[in-house]
């Protein structure tokens, strides 16, 4: 038999078998073709996924530098103005102990000083004081507070950061009450500059005592002095000095009493001894006060003046018109009483009236009996001591009573005289006082 007859008879008996191999195969190649094909799905929604993720972070990093360079443009237009943390961090204040003083252990810390006082709102002569509002302004240098400063600005904060660093513990001497505004925030200002200098400025209104004397009133002039000193720290430790000399201390032009002028602000300094902790640097704040004159003038010296002249009118009254003369003397007189006790306040107005009534509202007649009654009363007590002493004496007690008698006499019978005389005499004395009394005081 050929050999190609023999391959060709065995192909038709492999060709049902090739083909069940075929069908197997395309059967696993339809099962495994899904998992063959998702590693490709899938690393193509990964890559879009990482793409939508790549551009996420693109955006937000584009807005972030807006926003660094909107901060930035905001620090160029106020640079004076950092937030609370990032300031902190660059004074570094957790790193150094604030409650020492700057230079511990050596030379004393230098404190300038200087004020502008805004008002004097008050001036009480009753409990010897003034209040006064004023900026209080402390200048000094803290090398722990330095940072570094490309452009070599200043920091400004408020009351919060003072409660966290060392200040100098400057306090009004003699005064009775004070306090800082907090209106609409707490009126405190902390500026830091790079190098460590700082300035700490203070709004106040303080009530502090003057030693007032009243010798010369209402043409005195008082000098009243607010003084201000460390609290703590001695000589050693604290040296307190005017920032600027005698220019240290300013004023508003505006500033204006109701009774008196203020004719000079000026400022000095000195030194204060305590025995149980030493000397103490002490700043003064002077100024004087003169009062003003025409202010008492209206108020005292011309109705003083009209009420004196007033009763001189009674000299010109008729002496048998006692109801007039002793109305017009009463008047006078509680009126005067008015006047001292709101010029003084030391007056009883109820003692000066009891005064000005007792013993009036008699009529004439009424006061020549008075008057004759206690003549015969004097005359029979002298007789009877007459009759106990010498004859002697006799004579002398006689004569003495016939004066007496006589003077009372010519003095009940010519009281129109006296009214005349009066009439010249009172108002030439009452010059010459006022002679003597503005010639001294002015």
Known sequence: MPLSSVFSDASLYLH????????????????LWPTAAL????????????FHHHHHQQKCSSMKKHNSKREIKMRKLDSTKVRPLKSEQLLRIDDHDFAMRPGFGGSPIPVGIDVQVESIDSISEVDMDFTMTLYLRHYWKDE??????????????DGRLIKKIWVPDVFFVHSKRSFIHDTTMENVMLRV????????????????????????????????????ESYAYNEDDLMLYWKHGN?????D?????????????SASSGLAFYSSTGWYNRLFINFALRRHIFFFVLQSYFPAMLMVMLSWVSFWIDRRAVPARVSLGITTVLTMSTIIT???????IDA???????????????????????????????????????????????????LKGNVGRIILQNNHVIDTYSRIIFPTVYIVFNFFYWGLYV
């Open 342 to 348: 709101g010029v003084s306040g030391m007056y009883n």
């Open 16 to 31: 049902p078998l090739y083909d069940m191999v075929l069908v197997i195969k395309l059967l696993l190649l339809t099962c």
């Open 193 to 228: 500059y790079p190098d460590g200098n700082v300035l700490f400025s203070l709004r106040i209104t303080v009530s502090s005592m003057c030693f007032m004397d009243f010798s010369r009133f209402p043409l005195d002039t008082q000098n009243c002095s607010l003084e201000l």
């Open 144 to 157: 722990r507070l330095s940072f570094p400063s490309t452009r070599n600005r200043s920091m400004t904060f």
């Open 352 to 402: 000066v009236q009891a005064m000005a009534f007792d013993g009036c509202y008699h009529d004439n007649e009424a006061d020549i009996d008075m008057t004759t009654f206690a003549v015969h009363s004097e005359e029979s007590s002298a007789r009877g001591r007459a009759a106990s002493i010498p004859n002697l004496d006799a004579t002398r007690v006689k004569r003495k009573r016939s």
């Open 247 to 251: 220019e240290s201390l300013t004023t």
């Open 253 to 265: 032009e505006q500033i204006s009493l109701s009774q008196f002028f203020i004719e000079e602000f």
């Open 39 to 50: 590693p490709s799905v899938s690393s193509q929604s990964d890559h879009h996924h990482h």
